[in-house]
């Protein structure tokens, strides 16, 4: 059961948030930042060890760390990051609330589809497992995690969520597009079967439990358009461009030049470039949030546990329409009457 | 009862709420500008009493501050600050909106479930307490409050949202995943039984209870999902180094350095960082404005009181299917006829 | 009747606003200029006159004034100021369009509530006077308007729009909760009455009238919401922290130092600061909309008619479910037929 | 038929815009940037040419300009402006989404009322034709090319949107507010009266002919709402004062002072001030968009063309409900069968 | 299969995407770039070798160059570069969200459109026929790809979209506005056809295909409206000019000048502007995801693939409401069970 919840503080507050490790910042970032110090390392070397035997090039290199520097100064790498984190983290909730949950689907039918013999209980768990059987299907388009644990329909069937001859019909399907709509297509099919039978008595019942699952194939279609139209790889380019590009330039920019050749603001040596590198953390790690947001269907700490979502669906589902479908609660009088 | 309503003044306007206490920026940061104000003391005390004896350290000290003070100029945390506290913000906006209110449901059980008798009072009330209960089941969840206050079903038992039956029925249920849900499966099965003695008359008004139900449970899983899915780690670590890295640069940058050594913007001594302290005023208390808005289900000042919110449906709920569900108020001219 | 419509002009646009005086930022922000100008004067006349006896206390001041100014030019409060007012402001529109309309309750009623005679219309006035009752009595927990016009039940009934029995029943009523629910209450208890005498011909006509009946108490909920939950205290105190400290920092930081001292940006003497004042009425005019969009149910200017939309409410209430009934128009052909 | 479409060019893109002339920002600031360029040119005079002949006033205007210089450096109005354009984009985008099409209203009345006689006929056409004058009224309050088209109710009587009959009632009804809902309540009670007769067979049509007029009637209140409630006046002289402040403080700060005397950043003399009046037409041509957005219901070439919906929504009504009432298509085998 | 997944790696991340061509900013840039440096490189050129004899000439254009650098230090296309695309971005969402998805309404059809005889075939067929018609008129009108595809209605003819009799219908009709919603009207009338037949059975299956129609209509207005309304030119116009005036500035501001004349910042020669074409790079990429986002229905890598959607859409439609219209998949316990 994924639940992460905040802890509130009367002291420090999100400072205590710096010590986690799963899904932070330091777990994401350690690797970058140790490839820019060992960039940073190997230049600061060339500048103190080899370039005082060729003073011109050293000369050259100090105008070159100078006018890398004036860059880094004016680049506003903040706001280009500040407004695109701003849409891709809109963009992730929107793709959380694209995920279809079944319950709603799974209410109309144990409302509306009477019968609580055999029959009626398999139409009950067969409607159920139809639309489980579509999210599953295009989780498996969106979620590595889910196409790991299903990676074929043969898999699918093992699991129990659909069954052989199933698995023939919609293989046999002549169409090369996403198939996730097909059980919902079943649904509709079964439902009108259904409602000739008279299991489904009303009307009004009938045109509720197909509004349900349009409504949920919407989710379906939603989650879909999310995978297939994505930020456009140009905004993500200029991003990391600007972001990569700014320490690039640090690199070489935020070295100590020779304090005794008096260059404006490099009166001093203190050979390990602390605040660039909290910099460096802030900056990248700004952009590993948007990374991290872009496709939240991965497998990182932080990502949706969309196996989990499966599974519970699952066991809902079945739970509403068949297990307790038939339970009788007695209708007692409680302690707030008079 | 909860209001908090905002005043408005001729003259000051927002200036008077500066003079409050409660739920204010002072008191939710007063222990940490005490911190800061210490470590700004000691450093201060150590570089004006110890580090004279040693020049050559003080000489270093000088130009570590020189550097920070340098930092602290460039770093942009008001842009993070501003992006982050709005995505926030929202967020926060968007769970009181998604906390459920019972009263369409009883609306509906009033206009459809007909029977002034026992029968349909008992049945009536027990639609409405289940809806309660699920709310009441999700709040736990997600508030400290509420799960403070219902530690157990035994709890719930006790303050009648629940029957003795009832709770064993959940208790026994065979799943590992929250179970607010189940009072809502009672509801929808209860709901076909009545509809099937007759007492709901119409297949209209079977949908349009069904439905409602639908949506008050959409709003508990919305509400789930906050709870579940907070907004990534790396996100909020990011801004927190930003900010405290900001201030820990501070308390050495903006230290007075000896006058005599005619560094730039070091022309006097102060003693007192007045302005520093304003600085760290706004922008620690922006960044609580982020801590307190992302978890509002808590025990803060300005968090939800979900406790009032419970009784108030509680009470709302049995007013309307019950004690108001058989009075006539006669039907006279108004005073505007004619 | 408030409609204040923008005109626009081929020349100087939005320039000509500048003009206005009602619901101006001068209006709201004279008070407030006279004071920052008078501490302004005050300081510079003890520069000016007083000072000059004791040089160093006067030297000390300088310093003083140097590090304000410092400070006024690197703190940010644009950006702060900008992500404030623009949610403040989104949160404005949102509560204006949560006030409810009853035009669709009534459309209903008039459309689904059969019957020309006396009871069919006393039965349609008094569904119309509930909604409105409802509307009235949450209005006056928002706005001071209403409040002021119907202090008490007693005012409603002298209004017409409550009648002496009803309230003796709203006060009855066992609940310290606000009661602007009560009177949807009695309109789904009247409505399933007059389902049952047969006015109401058919089920679907029920439940319409039910739905739009719950869309309106909702919108009354989320009134209420806006009124209860207000943006955290700490937010707004942030923020005007941020704008008073800054002018406080520019009463000392933009005054004009002798010039005989060669302070750097101090080079003239112009007495009047000019651009500080243009800066002042820019910023916390800025912060004005802000206080001016976070209340908008009070008496300013620019807040909602909510006294207006009250009679409008009524009168378009009853017109549409009495006057205009029976409101025979005869069919003919329209001059674009062939 | 007002379709603008954008090009998309494979070089050059946007810039190819530039050198549009219809609603461009040239068309709209020719004349102020001419203002612009006059008082700065005047000033430019004075100072070139009268000036030094009086050295201490002009040592005063060179102090002056120094000072207007450093205001116009530290002014934030790009921020104040990219937040309140924002605003304004959003606000403008939620005005074209609040315009009510009839599309809906008339496939439910073509559905729905049964008859292709000619008291049929004569029906739809009278109903369609009153959605279309409620939108008609509403537009009338909104937006100038249609209050100029049809200045008064007799307009509309020769337009044959309304006729003799019905502009007598609507004249005598005893309200003075807005009356663009009265052609809705017509609408109702006709509808009431021919579902007695039985054309309209059936209670969800009924009910859903009813529940799209109030969708229909609720895009009109919402266009309502925009035209009563007007973004707060003092937010928008906020920004024109920022933005038309900045550019008097540049008409001086901005002048060529005499290189001879060695100001900071004033070593030369180009006469024109080519990037500041690329920074006019860029900063004013920013609040020109707002301006622009403001109200989009004016005669500006980028404004809604309302008369052309108001001529689209009549045909397009009276074609669905009348003349392709009746046309019969044969249904055939399409290609892709088997 | 347009399919576009993001790939997540544990290193680098963003960074490999710098590698992608197709989309890319530097496929869609290259040009402008090199256009950049040859206008650079002239104008270096003729400082470097022509101006040397023209000292008066020279010493006037450093002058110039150094005013605009002046003038790209300052200028925050930053700001309105962020503030721009991001209002473009929403739009670009919106658009994908306005495209009409034909789900619904076959889901609908086949639920309620009884009779597996050839018939009841061939009424599904047409009604779902006509959606996708509206769908492809209205697509035709939006994008270029779908207008080469299908150039005039006898393409649609021959496609088999649309029969020789409709074609001849639809183009007799007597408006000038665009038609794209005459086989909506087609829809509707045969709906009321097969109610009459009897083939929809039910008054709420006959309301709800009617609704959905609606809505699938409504999608074709919203994308009409998208076409018809586009961001206003003056904005457009306002950030291209503050973007290719800053580059412009850039061309003569950021050339080295001759390090003997001491110019601040101007100690050095580089001869290549690295960080002036990052910087390019940067905003005119920015600039060109506006371009990009503002038409997504072009013939660009990152647009909308609307031809396969028109496949896509007619495939399923077919599918559903007919191959697989009386597929009977047997009802058979699941492996949960029990």
Known sequence: ???????????????????????????????????FLLIYTVISLVYRVVLPNYPNVRENFELVAIYSYDYTAVFPISFVLGFYVTVVFDRWWMQFKAIPW???????????LNGADERGRLLRRALARYVNLSAILIYRLCSKRVKKRFPTFQHLVE????????KDIIKKLPTDNPKYWVPCTWFVNLVREIRKEGR????????????ELNNFLNKCD??????????????????????YSYFLACTVGRQYLDPSKNYTGHSFD??????TVLEFVFYVGWLKVAENLMNPFGEDDDDFDMNWIVDRNLEVSFLAV???????????PDPHID
Chains 1, 2, 3, 4, 5 share one sequence.
């Not at 699991?159 to 199933?166: I, L, P, Q």
């Open 1 to 35: 059961m994924p639940i992460a919840r905040l802890q509130k503080f009367k002291l420090g507050g999100f400072a205590r948030l710096l010590f986690c490790w799963k899904a932070s910042v330091y777990k994401l970032l350690w690797r970058e930042v140790l490839i």
């Open 102 to 112: 079944p319950d709603r689907v799974v209410n109309n039918i144990s409302a509306h």
């Open 159 to 166: 699991a129990g969520v659909m069954t052989s001859k199933e």
């Open 200 to 211: 489904i008595e009303s009307d009004p019942a009938m045109k509720t439990i197909i509004d």
């Open 222 to 243: 939603e989650l879909y358009g999310f995978d297939w139209i994505i930020v456009p790889l140009v905004y993500t380019q200029v991003v990391t461009i600007a972001t």
């Open 270 to 275: 203190l050979f390990f470039p602390g605040f």
């Open 322 to 332: 068949d297990e307790m479908y038939d339970t009788k609660i007695p209708v007692e």
